[in-house]
C-alpha cells in the first residue's frame, strides 16, 4: 500500500502544470475584465460629443512675380472670364495682394509738370481667391505681357502726342490773330526799356550720374534679369542682388533713370524689363 501511495503521489508532481500555464484567477485579472466596458464608454462618448472645427488652411502666399488666376467670385461671364485669365502678381501685404492683367485697360499715362510718365493699373484681391497658375511658363507669359503693354504704351503716346499737337496749332492760331489785331491798332511809341544787367548765366545743377556709370548700372540689372530666366523681377530682390556694387540712393536713382529712358517698367513692386 506505501508503495502504491509513493507511485500515485510522483505521478501527480510529475503531471503538475507549471505555474507559467495556470489559469489566473479573475481577482488577479481586474484590466480583463474592465478593458472592454471602459473601450465601449469611450467610443459611447466619442460618438455623441460633436467633431472638432477643422482649422482654415491658407494657401501659400505667391511671390511678386508669380502668374496666378483668381476664383471668380460669381456665376457672371466677366468674372468666369478672368478667372481663366493669368495675372501677374505685383505686391504681397499680408492677406492682400494685388496683380496686373496684361492687357491695354492696365495701361494709362500720367502727365504731371509737363512729364508723361506710365502708369499701371492694379487690383486688389484677398490671399484666399489667389490660386496658382498651372498653364504656359512664366518667361512666355513674360514675353507676352511686355509686348501687349509696349503696344499698349505706343498707343497712349500716340494719342498724347496727337492732343498735343492739336492744342499747340490751337495756341498758335489764337497767338497769331492775337499779333494781327494788334498790329492793326494805332500805338503809342514803347518807353525806353531799362538797360539789362549783364550776368553769367547760370547752369542747371548737375544732379545725374556720368554716361560710363548709367552704362554699368544698365548692365549689371540686365544681367539681374539674365540670370533669372525672366522679364519680371521683385523690386526687393533686384535691389538685394544690386546692393553688393551700389548704394541704396544710387539703385533708387539708377532706376529712375532707367525708368525715364524707357529701360523698365516699374508696378507697385515689380520691375519689368522693356529692352
Known sequence: VAAILASALRLHRSCRAPPSLRPRSLEAMPEATSTPRAGKRARAEQEDSPPAAKAPRLPKAPLVGDWVVLRATSR??????????????TLVAGTRVQVLYPNQLSVFLHQQDGEVSVRFRT????????????GESASLLDRRMIVTLCSSISSASSAAKASSETLCSLISSASSAAKASSEAAPTTPPAKAPAEEHRSPKGP????????????????VAEAFRSEGREVLDAAALRGRLAGDFAEAEIEEGLAALEGLNKVMVADEAVFLVS
Request: aromatic content about 8%; charged content about 35%.
Open 205 to 220: 545743377e548737375s544732379q545725374g550720374r556720368s554716361q560710363a556709370w548709367l552704362l554699368d548700372f544698365t548692365a549689371l
Open 123 to 134: 487690383e486688389k484681391c484677398d490671399l484666399v481667391e489667389v490660386r496658382p497658375y498651372k
Open 76 to 89: 457672371k461671364s466677366v468674372d468666369k472670364l478672368k478667372a481663366r485669365t493669368p495675372c501677374l502678381v
